[in-house]
C-alpha cells in the first residue's frame, strides 16, 4: 500500500510537479490531484501526466485527501490556508514548501488552529531558475537536504508521514528550529539573490549597459545566475523574511564598508589577507559539498 | 617561418603557461623561455614542456627576444619593468597580460620611455580559480576575448603582431581605450569579485559558520565560486584598478540602499519590478553568451 493515497498540490509549478513526479516513480503515491490560480498550468500539468485530476474548488480537493502540499509562492499560502481551512477533515495533513517558515508558521496558527496537529512545515533545499510544471522533473529532490520545521502541537506519526514522503525523492530530511531556519537562509540564499539582482539591476541601468554586458566572462555568469531567479518567488521570499534579510543585509554592508575602507588606503596587505581567508573558507566549503544540479 | 622566434614569459603561471601551449600547438613560436620569481615553478614549466629553457636574468633572457609577455600579477609589473628596461633591444616588443591597463601604462611611460613604440598592452578575458603553471592548458583562450590597448606611440606592426599572437590562440581580439577598459571591468569582473570575497570572508567569521555553510546550496556555490580565486592576483587588481572600483562599488552601495528601503517599506511591488528588470536583463545576456570553461 503506498504512503500516501490522495495527495493534493496546490500550485503545479516545477516544486510541486517534481515532487508529484518522484512519488509516482517511487510508487509512493495512489492520485495526484492539482488546484490552483492558474487553470491553463494544471491543464498542462494534467497532459505531461504530472497529475491525475484537477480540483476547481477546495471542497473537492480535499475531500478524502491524505496529504496537502502547498507549492505556491510563499505569499500565497496564508490566503489558500484561509480558502482550504473549512473543508479541512481532521486526518489530512496540510505541508508546505515555502523557503520561510515563521511567516507560515504564522499563518497557521491564525487560520488552522483546529488542525495544528497535522500541519507540518517544510523546505526543500532544491529549485532552479526554470519555473512551472514543463521544468518539473523527478530527480530534483535526489541528494539535497529537506529542512522540516515540527510544530510542538504536531502528531509523531503526522511529522513521520511527512519526513518519509522527502525521503522517497530521495532527499536527506533534517529538522531546524524555524527562527534557525529563517536566519540560516537570509544569510546563505535569500542575501545572495537581493545582492545579485541588485547588481544586474544596476548595471542594466547604466547608458552603457551594452558595453559593460558584452565583455561579461564566466565569473559575472556564475555570480548573477540566481539573478535569473522567479521575481515572484524571491519578491514574497524576501517580504516574508525581511526581519532576518535586513539583519543579514546590515551586516553585509558592513563588511563592504570596510572593504571601502581598506580600497581607500591601498592596505593591500588586509585586502589579500580577507581574500585569502575567504578563499579558504569557500574551498574547505566546496570540497564538502558535491553539487548535482542548479538546485538552490 | 613561425610568427614569433624567441618569446619570454615573465611568470609562467596558468595564463603565460596557457598562452605558451596554445602558441606551440599552432606553431607560432620557435623558442619559449620563461623567467620568473620562483625558480621551483619555472623547472615545473620546463619538466612540463610549457617552457624550452629558463632564463636567471633578464640580459639572458632578452638575448635575441621577439616577444615580452609580462604574465605576472599586475603588482609586479613595473617592477619588472624597471628590471627589464636596461637590457631590451629596440625591436623587442612588450606586452603582458594585466586585467588594469592604466597602471600598466603609467609605468611603461615611467621606465620604459624609451621603447613605447613597442609596448603594447593587453588583456585576456580568461582564466580559472586554479592557477599555476599545472593548471595551464592550450585551450584556455579559445573563444574568448583579448582586449589590447594600444598606445599612441605603438608602431602599427608591433601592435598587429600582439594581436596575431592571440588570435592564433583561438581569441577573438577587441581594441579599447585604457580608461573604458578599466571602467568596464571594475564594474563586470572587479566589483562582483570584492563582492563574493566579502559575502564569504563575512559568513565565515560568524559563531555559527558551520552551521550556515551546511545549509548552503548551488544558488550560492554559483555566486561565490569567484571567493575561490588567487587573493594576490586580485589584491593588486583592487588596488591598481581602485579609482574605478571605488566607483562601482559607491554606486553599487546606492543600489543596495534602495533594496533596503523596499525591504524596510515591504514594498513588494517595487521588489518584483526590480527583480523582474534583473531576470530579464541577466537572461537577455546569457542568450548571448555561451560559456565554455570557468574563465574570468
Not at 497532459?47 to 496537502?68: K, N, P, Q, S, Y
Not at 529537506?146 to 502541537?153: I, M
Amino acid at each position: 500500500m503506498a504512503l500516501i493515497g490522495k495527495l493534493v498540490i496546490c500550485g503545479v509549478g516545477l516544486i510541486g510537479g517534481s515532487l508529484a513526479q518522484a512519488l509516482k516513480r517511487a510508487g509512493a503515491v495512489e492520485q495526484v490531484v492539482g488546484i490552483g490560480r492558474r487553470p491553463e498550468s494544471l491543464l498542462r500539468a494534467l497532459e505531461l501526466g504530472v497529475i491525475d485530476a484537477m480540483a476547481t474548488t477546495w471542497a473537492e480537493a480535499l475531500d478524502g485527501a491524505d496529504v496537502v502540499v502547498l507549492a505556491t509562492p510563499v505569499g500565497q499560502i496564508e490566503a489558500q490556508m484561509v480558502a482550504l481551512a473549512p473543508h479541512l477533515a481532521s486526518g489530512t495533513i496540510v505541508t508546505d514548501v515555502g523557503s520561510t517558515k515563521r511567516d507560515v508558521i504564522e499563518a497557521a496558527y491564525r487560520h488552522l488552529d483546529a488542525s495544528l496537529a497535522h500541519v507540518v512545515p517544510a523546505h526543500p533545499i532544491a529549485g532552479a531558475e526554470k519555473s512551472g510544471v514543463e521544468a518539473a522533473f523527478a530527480e530534483l529532490y535526489r541528494g539535497r537536504k529537506v529542512v522540516v520545521t515540527p510544530l510542538p502541537e504536531n502528531e509523531p506519526a503526522a511529522v513521520d508521514k511527512i519526513r518519509a514522503m522527502w525521503s522517497l525523492c530521495g532527499a536527506s530530511v533534517v529538522d531546524m528550529a524555524p527562527q534557525d531556519h529563517d536566519r540560516v537562509f537570509a544569510a546563505v540564499s535569500h542575501l545572495p539573490h537581493l545582492l545579485a539582482f541588485g547588481l544586474v539591476h544596476d548595471l542594466a541601468g547604466r547608458a552603457n549597459a551594452e558595453l559593460l554586458f558584452s565583455h561579461a566572462a564566466s565569473g559575472f555568469r556564475d555570480f548573477t545566475r540566481i539573478a535569473g531567479s522567479h521575481p515572484e518567488m524571491w519578491r514574497d521570499i524576501c517580504i516574508a523574511n525581511r526581519q532576518a534579510l535586513l539583519g543579514e543585509l546590515d551586516q553585509y554592508l558592513a563588511e563592504l564598508a570596510y572593504l571601502r575602507a581598506l580600497l581607500l588606503s591601498s592596505d593591500g596587505e588586509r585586502l589579500e589577507q580577507l581574500f585569502d581567508e575567504a578563499r579558504r573558507a569557500r574551498n574547505a566549503w566546496a570540497e564538502q559539498f558535491v553539487p548535482t544540479t542548479t538546485a538552490e
